[in-house]
């Protein structure tokens, strides 16, 4: 094992002048964007929203962008005419490399001058970053955020139970036990959930007087509704288990659910972490539905906190207070999660 | 012929086995007696693994009944899951499971089906883990082992279970070629110990060395039956003469 000093100054002594400095003016365009552009706010303030206005329009900004991308369109332009000729193969990765950074700068300049030369550049600033005003309902997003987690988390528990015994279902041999299972899969995959929310609001609860609070229903509902699709997730999860696997299982005397229990569904587990994670991703989004229930102050999610506090305010500037609390929970969710992948992974294969 | 099954560890009668429309055994009638090694040579698609998989009913005959220990094991109200206890079986592809460690491979049935406790089934595991001679390899993952031991580790699997008869599936065919020998080694010992065996395999070698009785299947039908030195030395049907001049 080579130390890492080593192997950089291997790799340095792969370059060439020319792949190096390429490298180096590609980078160099995407951090004098993004440094240059962080800077100008920080030193201006990001509050209020007209000194962020300030920023955006000001030469100091313009001087930051035309810098990125004459810095961007040289090192694309050279990078991408020059990296077939490079000596070496890690300097062909640099001028690579370098290109590629270069045609990002490039993007991300554009993307900013066509906000900034926008018709109305003041109302967006104005509707969307004025983060002044998410100060007040702070307490109110943390809440929100607290209920987003629980209701897709519960939601979840119920859709992964309640989606085992539907995969199992839909697997069996006879077509009357699966026959119900697979309608009711793709009756719930087939109707959009704000309708099985109030459905389950106005029919259940008010018109049957199922005696479960607003907060409950919605989170059953939530269940119903991931229990269909992580059905499917587990059918193909099963489904991709080699047959040999349940024939050695059933050979050794098990029966069909003890070789579902030890042996397939150990394995199929594994195999859905990443579907499943996408679907309790796609669930803690789709908790912005229950809104249509009208739950208590308590009881509301992240966004139905922002669409209250719009109401006060009418300012949209709401909705990225919520953006932020889903970032919040879903960027660590999934970090957690291909963690678990690896350490899985590193057991048996 | 009183006792359907007679003394016969397996008996066969009339069997027949449709995979949709292609017609694979066409009409098997055969014993096993204990304590043989019977060798079940034949070309490919000749239905020898299927004939193989009825004896413990992975596959089940179309037509036609199957007894073990003179019970009707094609009899719908025979618990299959016991009479598989006593009926080993090693497939080509291994099978182990791969989540578990070889230890977990084999005790697994042990606790859950023989609902042997913890003890006695690690027990049992070490034993036959080192009748198979990999007893340092327990805690190993299948993933971590050669195809040669992935192999063995199936074999004390299916003995641990201490079964009646073992069944194996062209069990070297998937292995790299120095790794063939250890498989048959292992399986010439347990020849020796007393096993009885139905061995479905290309091995030449081993069919003559250690086979009591050699069958050759060709088109679904038994079209030879015997010792195999007599089968080798001196084939009667002009198939079986084809094939052994082409294998040997």
């Known amino acids: ?349 | 012929m009183s006792a359907p099954g007679g003394d016969a560890l397996i008996r066969m009668e009339g069997v027949h086995k449709w995979f949709g429309a292609n017609h694979v055994i066409k009409g098997v009638d055969l014993s096993v007696e204990k304590g043989s090694v019977v060798v079940i040579i034949g070309p490919s698609g000749s239905g020898k693994s299927t004939l193989l998989r009825m004896m413990n009913m992975l596959e089940e005959p179309t037509e036609g009944k199957v007894w073990f220990e003179g019970k009707d094991i094609t009899d719908i109200r025979t618990d299959l899951n016991r009479v598989r206890t006593d009926i080993g079986i090693v497939f080509q592809s291994f099978n182990l499971f791969p989540h578990m460690t070889a230890m977990g491979n084999i005790t697994i049935a042990l606790r859950k089906v023989l609902k042997l406790d913890a003890k006695e089934a690690a027990e049992r595991a070490r034993a036959e883990l080192e009748h198979m001679g990999l007893p340092e390899k327990a805690d190993e993952y299948p993933s971590q082992l050669s195809g040669g031991q992935q192999q063995r580790i199936a074999i004390a699997r299916a003995l641990a279970m201490r079964p009646k008869l073992m069944l194996f599936d062209e069990v070297t065919s998937a292995l790299d070629p120095e790794l063939v020998q250890e498989v048959l080694d292992a399986m010439k010992r347990l020849a020796d110990e007393g096993m009885t065996m139905v061995v479905v395999t290309h091995e030449m070698g081993f069919a003559r060395e250690v086979g009591t009785r050699m069958i050759f299947t060709d088109g679904g039908r038994i079209v030879e039956d015997g010792p195999p030195r007599e089968i080798f030395d001196n084939p009667k049907d002009d198939r079986t003469k084809d094939f052994l001049s082409h294998v040997l």
Do not use: C, H
């Open chain 1, 1 to 349: 094992m080579k130390t890492r000093g080593e192997r950089i100054r291997e790799w340095t002594s792969e370059q060439t002048a020319l792949s190096l400095g390429l490298l180096l003016v590609g980078a160099g365009g995407v951090a004098v964007f993004f440094v240059g552009t962080i800077l100008l706010v920080w030193l201006n303030g990001p509050t209020p929203w007209e000194s962020l206005l300030e920023t955006v329009l000001s030469a100091a900004q313009g001087t930051v962008l035309n810098l990125a991308l004459g810095l961007g369109a040289a090192a694309a332009i050279a990078g991408f005419a020059s990296y077939r000729r490079m000596p070496t193969k890690a300097a062909r990765e640099a001028a690579v490399s370098g290109a590629a950074l270069g045609v990002q700068a490039v993007l991300l300049v554009g993307v900013f001058y066509a906000f900034r030369k926008g018709e109305n550049v003041a109302l967006t600033v104005r509707q969307n970053f004025n983060f002044e005003l998410l100060g007040e309902f702070g307490d109110a997003f943390v809440n929100g955020a607290k209920n987003t987690v629980f209701l897709a988390a519960v939601g979840e528990a119920l859709g992964i139970a309640l989606g085992l015994v539907l995969a199992l279902l839909i697997l069996s041999e006879r077509v009357v036990v699966r026959a119900p299972a697979r309608a009711y899969i793709n009756f719930f995959r087939g109707t959009p959930l704000v309708w099985q929310l109030a459905f389950g609001y106005f029919g259940l609860k008010l018109g049957m007087r199922i005696p479960i609070s607003t907060y409950q229903t919605a989170a059953l509902v939530l269940g119903l509704n991931a229990g269909a699709y992580s059905a499917e997730i587990f059918r193909s999860g099963i489904q991709s288990i080699e047959r040999g696997q349940r024939e050695a299982a059933r050979s050794l005397g098990m029966s069909y659910m003890q070789s579902m229990r030890y042996v397939i569904l150990p394995q199929a587990f594994r195999r859905v972490i990443p579907p499943l994670t996408n679907e309790f991703i796609i669930l803690i989004k789709d908790t912005s539905l229950v809104f249509v229930l009208g739950l208590t102050l308590e009881g509301r999610e992240l966004f139905a906190v922002a669409r209250d506090a719009y109401a006060e305010r009418f300012n949209a500037t709401m909705y990225i207070g919520a953006v932020i609390g889903y970032l919040a929970i879903t960027l660590p969710l999934i970090r957690a999660v291909t963690m678990l992948e690896n350490k899985l992974r590193a057991g048996y294969r």
